[in-house]
C-alpha cells in the first residue's frame, strides 16, 4: 500500500493494483519496481487531483493563518470531557442487540480503512436474523451493480470474479476480504443484500450520494415494512445533524446532509438508530486549522483502564453511539 500526503489529503493506492497498471501502460516488468515507485509518485504528482481523495479532520498536516492553538486545545479537550460524561456502562453487544431490537434500520457507521466494523458485523449477523433484519444494504457497490451482486448471492458467480467486480468501484482494496465475508454470510443466511450508492453518477457530490442512498434504502424499506434493514457504510453517512461549524475544507467534503438525515426527513415515524465502530476518534464539529494532533492516542491518555470506550453522541460529535476500541 502506498500512502501520499497532497494538498492536505491522503492518498492511499494498493501498490500491487497500481502495479499492474503501471506494467500494462509503461511495459513495466517486476523486476524493475524501483522504476515502477518513480513513475508511480510522478503520476501522483501529476494527476492525484482526479483521484478520489479523502480529506479528514484528523488527517490533516496543514497549517493555517486561522489557527488558534490554545482555543482549539481547550474545544478539543471539552470534547473529550463529554465523550467521558456520556460514556455508557455496557457492552457494545448488549446495545447492538438492544438498538437492533429498537430499531427498523439500524446504521453501521465504519472507517473504511479499518476491519473492525466489518468483523463486528460478520460476527452478528446471526443476532440480526433473529431481530427480523432480512436486508442489508451496503454504500460500497453503486445501485448499478446490483446484477453482480444477486449472481454472486445465488451462487451463479464465484469470489474471485465478483472480488474484481468489487474492487473496480471500491478503492479500499486491503479491506475488500472483510467485506466480502460479511456480504457471503449475509447471503447464506438469507439476507436480501443491496448495493444503494450512485457514486458512478455524473453528478456524485456527498450530498446527492446521500439523499440518492436514502431514497434506495426507503424503497427497500416499503417493498417489505415489515422486515428490517441493516445499512452497512461511513460513518459520515450516519451524522444525526450537518457539521456546521468545521472548517471551509471539511465542510465541502462532508455536505450538508446524510443518508439518515434524510431518511428521517422523508419519514419522521422510522425507527433509525447508528452505532460507528471505529479504532479513531470520530471526525468532531468544530474548526480545526492548526497542525495535526492525533486525537486518539491524546483522548487514550484520558482513559488509560480501558481498552474501548462506548458512548452516546455530544453536540460536537454528531453520531448516535460509538464504539471507540483501541489499538494496542
Not at 100 to 105: G, R, T, V
Not at 293 to 315: A, I, M, Q
Amino acid at each position: 500500500m502506498v500512502s501520499v500526503f497532497l494538498g492536505g489529503k491522503i492518498l492511499t493506492f494498493q501498490s500491487c493494483n497500481m502495479f499492474r497498471h503501471l506494467y500494462f501502460v509503461y511495459g513495466l516488468t517486476p523486476k524493475n519496481n524501483m522504476k515502477a515507485y518513480f513513475i508511480l509518485i510522478l503520476f501522483l504528482l501529476t494527476h492525484y487531483l482526479s483521484f478520489s481523495t479523502h480529506a479528514f479532520q484528523h488527517d490533516t498536516d496543514s497549517y493555517s493563518s486561522n489557527c488558534n492553538m490554545s482555543n482549539e486545545v481547550r474545544a478539543t479537550h471539552q470534547v473529550y470531557e463529554d465523550v467521558i460524561d456520556n460514556s455508557i456502562e455496557t457492552s457494545m453487544h448488549e446495545l447492538l442487540n438492544h438498538l437492533s431490537i429498537e430499531s427498523e434500520i439500524l446504521i453501521i457507521g465504519e472507517t473504511h480503512t479499518e476491519a473492525i466494523a466489518k468483523h463486528t458485523l460478520l460476527e452478528n449477523l446471526v443476532l440480526l436474523q433473529k431481530n427480523n433484519y432480512k436486508s442489508l444494504a451496503i454504500e460500497m457497490q453503486n445501485q448499478s451493480q446490483q446484477n453482480s451482486l444477486n449472481q454472486f448471492c445465488k451462487g451463479q458467480m464465484n469470489r474471485d470474479d465478483f472480488e474484481n467486480i468489487w474492487s473496480s468501484s471500491w478503492s479500499y482494496h486491503q479491506q475488500t476480504n472483510n467485506y466480502l465475508d460479511v456480504i457471503e454470510k449475509a447471503c447464506d443466511l438469507g439476507f436480501k443484500v443491496f448495493a444503494v450508492d450512485t457514486r458512478d453518477q455524473p453528478n456524485n457530490s456527498m450530498d446527492l450520494r446521500n439523499e440518492s442512498m436514502a431514497a434506495n434504502i426507503l424503497q427497500i424499506h416499503n417493498n417489505d415494512p415489515n422486515s428490517k434493514i441493516v445499512f452497512l457504510t461511513g460513518s459520515l453517512h450516519a451524522l444525526t445533524e450537518p457539521l456546521d461549524l468545521v472548517d471551509d475544507t471539511t465542510k465541502e467534503f462532508v455536505g450538508n446532509t446524510s443518508v439518515k438525515i434524510e431518511l428521517k426527513t422523508a419519514m419522521p415515524k422510522l425507527r433509525i438508530a447508528s452505532i460507528n465502530i471505529t479504532n479513531t476518534f470520530p471526525m468532531i464539529n468544530i474548526p480545526i486549522y492548526c497542525p495535526y494532533k492525533n486525537r486518539t492516542k491524546e483522548f487514550r491518555r484520558l482513559v488509560p483502564e480501558s481498552d474501548f470506550l462506548l458512548f452516546k453522541g455530544t453536540r460536537e460529535i454528531q453520531l448516535d453511539y460509538v464504539y471507540l476500541k483501541f489499538k494496542n
